[in-house]
């Protein structure tokens, strides 16, 4: 009877060792086809990462000529009473904003304050999130140097540049900026000398954001004049600084132009001033 007991015994040690043995290549299946499916998944949030990377950095790029175009049309709006002109642009991690009194210019003829102008900017924001120049990057886009006061018929009276500052109170974005700038020029009528400023001056319209779109209308254009001018000095201050939309923001090499005139025949000076509109999707 014990013998017996004794053979059942190793009978039954056999099976376990044959289920043993068949259980292990079930097992390592089970373990190669998780880990296939969990590199299958990384690779899948790796190629969509990167998949939105460059949506959104060519959509920034694309977006660098919509505001070089809407810097000239700015231009071509501010020095026409009711002028209007409405710019579209496409993107999907990217938004629009106007940003009211983010610049001020301050001009001082013969030493004394004349004239004090606010003006909004226009920014075109990504998430650094979704793509990234590197932080403190800046690169001017439009035409001209990096002084606000640029000379000649054909000079900008905007500049468009790209930044990454970072942090920002408002968040942390790669941007790309338009800046109202003074386009300065020399005449001569007869025997009189003139100097003209022309600046255009930013507001906040209307923003329903309808569309992705950005509406500029011309509401105003003032003239200053004051003659006998020996010296012009232009300041440029911040009033939003304590926000980071200080000097660092801004491209400007030099944060006041000076300009002196001598001889018998001293010049006029005149001042144009420019209001725009700045509406976001205003028409659907």
């Not at 003139?194 to 254009?221: A, D, E, H, K």
């Not at 944060?255 to 976001?280: A, D, K, W």
Request: hydrophobic share 40%.
């Amino acid at each position: 009877m014990q013998k017996m007991w004794s053979i059942r015994l190793r009978g039954k040690r056999k099976l376990l060792r044959k289920d043993s043995r068949g259980l292990s290549p079930a097992i390592s299946t089970v373990i190669m086809t998780a880990a296939i499916i969990v590199l299958v998944l990384v690779a899948m949030s790796y190629g969509q990462r990167y998949l939105a990377s460059s949506i959104a950095q060519n959509e920034f790029s694309t977006n660098q000529q919509f505001m070089l175009t809407t810097g000239l049309q700015i231009d071509n709006v501010a020095w026409m009473i009711d002028r209007a002109q409405t710019i579209q642009y496409s993107s999907t991690y990217g938004s629009l904003e106007a940003l009211p009194n983010a610049l001020t210019y301050t001009i001082t003829v013969n030493n004394v304050v004349w004239r004090t102008f606010h003006t909004g900017i226009i920014l075109y924001n990504v998430p650094t999130t979704e793509y990234s120049l590197g932080k403190n990057y800046l690169s001017v886009l439009s035409q001209g140097n990096r002084e606000f006061l640029q000379n000649g018929s054909a000079a900008p009276d905007t500049c468009v540049y790209a930044i990454e500052k970072l942090p920002m109170s408002d968040g942390n974005f790669a941007r790309i900026v338009i800046v109202p700038t003074i386009r300065m020029m020399n005449t001569v009528v007869g025997s009189q000398n003139y100097v003209q400023f022309y600046l255009p001056l930013l507001t906040n319209g209307t923003s329903p954001g309808l569309s992705q779109s950005v509406t500029l209308i011309c509401r105003n254009v003032d003239q200053d004049v004051t003659a006998g001018v020996t010296t012009v000095s232009i300041t440029a201050s911040f009033p939003l600084a304590s926000k980071g939309f200080d000097s660092s923001f801004f491209p400007f090499k030099t944060m006041t132009e000076t300009r002196t005139f001598i001889g018998p025949n001293l010049p006029t000076l005149e001042l144009y001033n420019g209001t725009v509109s700045v509406s976001i999707g205003l028409y659907a």
